[in-house]
């Protein structure tokens, strides 16, 4: 299985300030065949199911704030709130959808300072 | 618009059986693979199970292997989860998830608002 790890566990900054998430797995999640990173960002709010945010690791959601934006390639990923705002209080989680089982990284908490 | 409504949740004493439905609305249906995604009480995400659009191909998570199955019926457009010899660790939010394709190698675009199953004496 790919183990997903994802650092910080969480994290609190100021509105206005940036935040960064990595993700990172066991095994690189670069597919030669159509040369796409088979990784995923949710965000998931308190009662609430996850929302897709990023895709292929660095396509945006259609509707999602550009303030989101995702990088990264093979093992190593990251993704980037530009600006905090109060409404993106939420726990972060990366996904690999490269091989079976499709694992998700533990999740990473994002506050308000 | 997409809408996925699950529903069977419930508490079960461990070694019952307990059938999960999700009813999809808004897309075609049969044109999607669908999958189950599950959260234990105040942890992570865990992903379950997956079915391409066809139902010829399904995938496990090795925690449910020979005790969960998948399956669809693209006539009545929902998924289901039948899980079986249920234990404790099986308490957990279970959320119907759409693929963004047909394929089964593919993220959830779209949740349900999930049901919660509760394993226990």
């Known amino acids: 299985d790919i183990v997903m790890t994802q650092s910080p566990d969480s994290l609190a900054a100021s509105l206005g300030e940036r935040a960064t998430i990595n993700c990172k797995s066991s095994?690189?999640?670069?597919?030669?065949?159509?040369?796409?990173?088979?990784l995923v960002w949710y965000q998931q709010k308190p009662g609430q199911p996850p929302k897709v945010l990023i895709y292929?690791?660095?396509t945006r959601e259609s509707g999602v704030p550009d303030r989101f934006s995702g990088s990264g390639s093979g093992t190593d990923f990251t993704l980037t709130i530009s600006s905090l705002q109060a409404e993106d209080v939420a726990v972060y989680y990366c996904?690999?959808?490269?091989?079976?089982?499709?694992?998700f990284g533990p999740g990473t908490k994002v506050d308000i300072k | 618009q997409v809408q996925l409504v699950e529903s069977g949740g419930g508490v079960v004493q461990p070694g019952r059986s307990l059938r999960l439905s999700c009813a999809a609305s808004?897309?075609?249906?049969?044109?999607?693979?669908m999958h189950w995604v599950r959260q234990a009480p105040g942890k992570g995400l865990e992903w379950v199970a997956v079915?391409?659009?066809?139902?010829?191909?399904?995938y496990y998570a090795a925690s449910v292997t020979g005790r969960f199955t998948i399956s669809r019926d693209s006539s009545e457009n929902t998924l289901y989860l039948q899980m079986n010899s249920l234990r404790p660790e099986d308490t957990a939010v279970y959320y119907c998830?759409?693929?963004?394709?047909?394929?089964?190698?593919?993220?959830?675009?779209?949740w349900g608002q999930g049901t919660l199953v509760t394993v226990s004496s």
């Open positions: 808004g897309f075609t249906f049969r044109t999607y693979a």
């Open positions: 292929w690791a660095s």
């Open positions: 095994q690189s999640v670069l597919y030669s065949s159509n040369n796409k990173n088979h």
């Open positions: 079915i391409s659009d066809d139902g010829g191909n399904k």
């Open positions: 998830a759409r693929g963004s394709s047909g394929t089964s190698y593919s993220p959830c675009d779209y």
């Open positions: 996904q690999q959808y490269y091989s079976i089982p499709f694992t």
